[in-house]
């Protein structure tokens, strides 16, 4: 939930005052402005009709004049915490959410248990993923305020970023005592439920919020990932068209004066572009269809990340493949990369598995073959993906947990991180065993041809387990309890990939007994 104005409770304001604060409040921003202007006519420096006209810009979104009046303001009471509080709302507007921090801290000063303020400071570090700071905010709004609504919003999401889904459902059980059936709370409650691989009590959130609010576009989108995961693949392709309507979505969506196709016409002569939306391993996964409108005699073009244009220029010699951010060739038709399975109709019988559908370059085969050493077999590992993914506590596993591997292997083992956090980086110093290949990557066409000289890849859910099971390579795919959609439920193999296997948690956070598989299963590979 958003963050909330703060207005200092004057007992002694003038009648012009109580006027606009009270046409203010009666959302007539209007006659507010009227009246404030009439106010500073008369008493140019006048705090509260400065603080007020900062108050009505922000509501209107005009961040700049807001930043003016809240500034003004605050040079002729610097000791107000409503007006310091207010001016790091406008701030955090504009993305300054460091400078935003900075003026909710100094507005605690004056009013250290202000619940408002220490609310906005949570969403502030919420925002910047420090969640520890976040949750100790949040808490300290609900010790001050214990029914205070947002704050047991908030906190549940910081627990479910922490991934600690138990947790946050109390949060959200709270918080739907002080305001019964509220959409996005029981929402929210969904997705911790999702997260726990509790699908039909998850369904029942998301049947209950769209039953308060039948277009909320949150509850929607939910539903139709419970429902793929469920293997309701008519339903759930759906349903997951309302993710341009959420919030995290609505953005991102891209515009052309081409219409967008769903597979309700013709493509036959037509050109038609394919465009990348989300992350490398959802292009990776959903670039597969281009091949299918090439069948329907459609020209082709893919827009995709930069990373993996020289990869994917791989692909058929009638399909053109743009790196975002580069001029597009004319065309007919558009249509999102995951729009492309409920365009096809795909159910589970249908999914278009011709594997490999990518292969490495001849010229990156032959740079990596010189630099691997030649024992077999090989293995190449990814425990984590990016910190930044907002489910990455559950589905990122600590290279020292896998060290065990490492210490006398069977195998040679090879790193394909690109990116390695710092604790992770001080384990991988001790463990001369496993050589990181990945800091020497140039782009996915390296990953790649890497892979490609492999025997197997060993990887949490990210982009990487993708690339080897569209290489055709057999991948150990190492799955959190309730997995992402695509990879369903209850199943150790992937009708996407079928040179995959699954090894999920058997409970939520149990990835010891998954890594004890994954080395049954190495060792039988020596």
């Not at 009013?111 to 906005?120: G, S, V």
């Not at 959409?183 to 308060?212: C, K, M, V, Y």
């Not at 999920?504 to 994954?518: E, H, K, L, N, T």
Request: charge should be neutral; include cysteine.
């Amino acid at each position: 939930m958003s963050g909330k104005l703060s207005r200092r409770r004057t007992p002694k304001l003038s009648p012009a005052l109580r006027q606009a604060y009270s046409s203010f409040q009666q959302g007539d921003l209007e006659a507010t402005e009227k009246l404030c202007a009439g106010i500073l006519a008369r008493r140019s420096r006048d705090f509260d009709a400065l603080h007020l006209l900062g108050l009505l810009n922000l509501q209107r979104r005009r961040i700049v004049e807001a930043l003016h009046f809240l500034a003004e303001a605050l040079r002729i009471d610097s000791s107000s915490s409503d007006a310091m509080s207010n001016l790091g709302l406008a701030l955090e507007a504009t993305g300054r959410c460091e400078e935003a921090i900075a003026s909710y801290r100094n507005a605690l000063r004056f009013a250290p248990d202000h619940p408002e303020i220490l609310y906005n400071l949570g969403n502030a570090y919420l925002k910047l993923g420090r969640l520890a700071e976040a949750l100790s905010s949040y808490d300290g709004v609900l010790a001050n305020e214990p029914t205070h609504v947002g704050a047991r919003v908030n906190r549940g999401n910081v627990l479910l970023r922490l991934n600690r889904p138990v947790d946050a459902i109390t949060s959200y059980d709270a918080a739907l005592a002080a305001m019964p059936g509220h959409p996005q709370i029981l929402t929210n409650r969904g997705h911790a439920l999702r997260r726990l691989d509790r699908p039909d009590e998850a369904l029942a959130d998301f049947s209950a919020a769209l039953a308060a609010s039948p277009e909320f576009p949150e509850a929607r989108f939910e539903a139709a990932m419970t429902r793929l995961t469920l293997g309701d693949f008519d339903a759930g392709w759906r349903g997951y068209e309302w993710r341009w309507k959420t919030e995290a979505f609505a953005r991102h969506r891209r515009q052309f004066p081409a219409p967008l196709w769903l597979g309700d016409q013709p493509v036959s002569g037509k050109t038609i572009l394919l465009h990348a939306e989300q992350g490398f391993g959802d292009t990776i996964q959903f670039i597969r269809y281009a091949a299918l409108l090439v069948e329907r005699h459609a020209k082709v073009i893919c827009e995709v990340q930069p990373e993996l244009e020289p990869l994917l220029s791989q692909l058929k010699e009638d399909i053109t493949v743009v790196a975002s951010g580069q001029p597009l060739p004319a065309f007919d038709l558009h249509c999102p990369l995951l729009s492309l399975p409920f365009a096809f109709r795909t159910g589970f019988d249908t999914i278009p598995a011709p594997i490999p559908y990518l292969a490495a370059s001849a010229e990156r085969l032959a740079y990596w073959r010189e630099r691997l050493p030649p024992d077999h077999p090989r293995a190449g590992f990814v425990w984590s993906g990016q910190p930044s993914h907002k489910n990455d506590g559950n589905r990122s596993i600590a290279l020292e947990r896998f060290a065990a591997f490492f210490a006398a292997p069977p195998i040679a083992c090879f790193g394909l991180q690109n990116e390695i956090r710092d604790a992770d980086a001080e384990v991988l110093r001790g463990l001369p065993n496993l050589i990181n290949l990945g800091g020497d990557f140039r782009d996915f066409a390296d990953t790649a041809a890497v892979i490609t000289l492999l025997d197997v890849v060993i990887s949490v859910d990210t982009a990487v387990a993708h690339l080897a099971g569209a290489l055709g390579k057999p991948v150990m795919l190492l799955l959190p309890h309730a997995a992402d959609f695509r990879w369903m439920r209850n199943r150790d193999d992937s009708p996407w990939y079928p040179t995959a296997r699954l090894f999920r948690q058997p409970a939520f956070g149990d990835w010891d007994s998954v890594i004890a598989r994954i080395g049954d299963q190495l060792r039988k590979l020596n």
